[in-house]
């Protein structure tokens, strides 16, 4: 019934939340800029406006991919705030990135396979930091289980710094934040112009700002667990985790795919797998 | 028993009739009633075999013995005389040693045949489901393929009767490796796949086919060797030649003749640095590549690999070539992003698979093994189906480049969703090849993290190839074209089989994992490996959430305009061009990505053969110890 209740929740307010994160985001980006920036519900009138436009687009499939990648994104979400196993939630978040990409590849344009190309890369790169965390987290608490994950009640990022800090750094890939923004960029006059969303206008780009937010407080969620142990302190660690993120954003410009894949692979090789050795070696 | 002889007898019936008939008519009768009479004697099998232990049976007389050293010398002059003929003395030269083996051991060691030669346990019972369905299915799609293969290639001499005969016998000599409890029978049939395969990649006859079906002979040869040297030390060392006394006797008796076999396993499994064989083996006709890939030849190899599992447990030399297998599975991977010839991709792919379930093999618990028989299963049906697809898009389009794949939704949806299915059966949740990796990855964790890291990082390469080829398929051109080809009835009933099986076993796996796979653990480890029931609950969802999405594709969404393309705004009428920056039009061409340089074949396969190879000797010098 708890586990109900909380997934419930999850599927309820995880959009709210992820919203209002944006919107935080655009205010201390634009402060970080010298702009005032918009109001903090900028990005729900940008939604609600963006399911009142046209729907353009370049076939009659595409649009359905983004259905099933917003549909999925769901679904990870819910495997991993009911508890479920964290392994399973990170191939269904493959999964759901799969759909995304697959929409892109589908619109057949220049810039959309561009993007959904430059996807792929970034998920490659992120790929092996993800599975390490799970590996690492698997190693300190015995279970792949979210739910008995927690229930440990043992500050995990003691035993974890390695990861915690790996992770942190494809986070930055997967908030699609600067250096590593290189499948879409937030402006459209750049080279890849939208990158993977090229194609994509009205509801469908809504589908997927909201997929987006649903991602973020999973990946949030993400975080969370490894200072699950004391509350207060992991809401902390969340939120000065996002702010991190926002000030990399903001101080980098964007890089080229092969850092993206060499320093990725290479922290996922350093701080992931001597993380994972010292852990191996302790027990 | 009666059924393992069935088995591994009645296809040398067809095989003969095939050999004997000219008539297309009669060909077609023979190889469908023959392909199902296998399947479903297979299939029977299974049935009566739900949850059961291991039986054996003991052959009256010695008459098979005597025929199988016939048939061992008959194969080993076929060779020498092969060999002596093209000039390429390695040949005779390893078949005289391992042939003089066998003959020393046969009359100086003493034992010649074991209590018990045949048995069958729920690991056999699996592979033999594989290599009659699968097998079957294929040499039903190969009816066709062949007609239409000389059709394109009137050059080729049209030795159709001959192929069948060989498909068939390779197909006996299967149910014979994997029902042997007699080390020395599954030796004979071991080398008549070896022979086999080496008979149908040199199919053409071209000069390529010949050089790789040697090089192929070659490698399995060296493993035959080391197959040979096992049998020879057991029977000399330990009086036996019996598997399940083999691995009845404790790790430390049984270690050194369980390398030498598992070396076998690794040559024929095609793992690095012996990988060169599988992807050389492309040249023949499709249906072989998927018959050597999918149901037989290299899932000989996994087999007596996690037959040999329990003795590696824990070992050194255990983990070692469970690293090989780890390794390969992260190289081979990484190596298939550079590839645009569809066949290779899938080679590579297979290669990586087989690294796994190796890997799984090596590391030996209970846990790696159930993963690693659920992946051959997985990886049979989904490469089986891939194979035939690619043969069969071949003759529409007229090119394996997975360029020109592009688009093929709208050209032959029908060959794009088998292709689909395929592909998210190698690698997307919640498809089996998953599931295995999600418990091979628990597995590796709980022995030793460092082939759980080699798995993490090959996965990320695995994801990139097969979306960009999914990607391929997926988009959605301008101007769509249908292909000309129609698929034939023979090619329907083998893709559509596959597919079915491919998605059915998806949704069966958990039925496969309680009837044989946990049973065959149980008896071995005392342990059972269980997916806990929240879980399948959960795959369940995620099932039928892509079983519903399919029904997307029905939708048509009201209020959508169309548009072309976004090129910068320079479209030109019609959007499938755009004005240059001289002003002149220029076509759109997509094309995807291959970082040749990044991902470069020959230094990946260089590097990787030096670390197996080291690897290798590490492997005999950690059993010795």
Known sequence: ?283 | MKTLFFLMAFPLLPAVLLAAVSAARWRNAIVKMSSVVLAAAAVALGVAHVKGGTSYYAVEGHWVDGALFCGEIGLSLYLLVKGFLSRRYVVPLLVVLQTGLMIYSEFFGGVVSAERDLSVDNLSVIMAMIVGVVGGLISIYSLWYMKDYHAHHPEIPNRTRSFFFVVFVFLAAMFGIVFSNNLRWMYFFWEVTSVCSFWLIGYSQTEEAVQNAFRALKINLLGGLSFALGIVYLAFVHKTVDMSQLLAMGQAAALIPAMFIAFAGLTKSAQMPFSSWLLGAMVAPTPVSALLHSSTMVKAGVYVIIKMAPILQNTAAGFVIALIGGVTFLLASATAVSQNNAKRVLAYSTIANLGLIVACGGVGTFEAVWAAILLVVFHAVAKGLLFLTVGTIEHEIGSRDIEDMHGLITRSPALAIFMLIGIAGMFLAPFGMLISKWVTLKAFIDSNPILAILLAFGSAPTLFFWAKWMGKLLAVPHTPRRTAGQIEPEEWTALLGLAVLTIGACGLFPLIAAEYIEPYTMQLYGHAFSLGYANLAIMGIMLGALILLPLGFFYFPKNLKYEGAYMAGANLPGNLSFQGSLGQPRDMIIRNVYFRAYFNEASLSRLGNWITVLLIVLMFVTAEL
């Open chain 1, 1 to 283: 019934m708890k586990i109900f209740l909380i997934t419930l929740a999850y599927l309820v307010l995880a959009p709210v939340l992820g919203g209002l994160l944006a919107g935080f985001d655009r205010i201390v980006t634009a402060r970080m800029q010298s702009r005032v920036g918009p109001p903090l519900f900028q990005p729900f009138y940008d939604v609600l406006k963006l399911m009142a436009k046209e729907n353009l687009a370049v076939n009659h499939f595409q649009n359905f991919y983004i259905l099933c990648f917003l549909v999925f994104m769901i679904i990870t979400g819910a495997l991993f705030f009911a508890g479920g196993d964290l392994l399973l939630a990170i191939f269904a978040l493959t999964l759901a990135g799969i759909f995304l990409v697959m929409g892109a590849y589908s619109a057949n344009s220049p810039y959309s396979i561009i993007g959904a190309e430059r996807e792929l890369i970034l998920m490659m790169a992120y790929e092996p930091m993800l599975l390490i965390a799970a590996i690492g987290l698997y190693m300190a608490t015995g279970t792949f289980i979210v739910h008995d994950m927690i229930a440990i009640h043992r500050p995990l990022i003691f035993q974890l710094p390695g990861i915690f800090l790996g992770l942190v750094y494809i986070l930055t890939i997967k908030f699609r934040k600067s250096p590593f923004d290189l499948s879409t960029s937030h402006h459209g006059h750049q080279e890849i112009v939208k990158g993977l969303t090229t194609e994509f206008s009205g509801p469908a780009l809504a589908m997927i700002e909201v997929a987006h937010w649903y991602e973020n407080i999973l990946l949030l969620g993400l975080v969370y667990l490894f200072f699950a142990w004391y509350p207060p302190a992991a809401v902390a660690a969340v939120i000065l985790t996002y702010f991190f993120e926002i000030f990399i954003d903001n101080t980098y410009a964007r890089t080229k795919w092969h850092y993206a894949v060499k320093w990725s692979w290479a922290v996922a090789a350093t701080l992931g797998v001597g993380n994972v050795a010292t852990l191996y070696f302790l027990r």
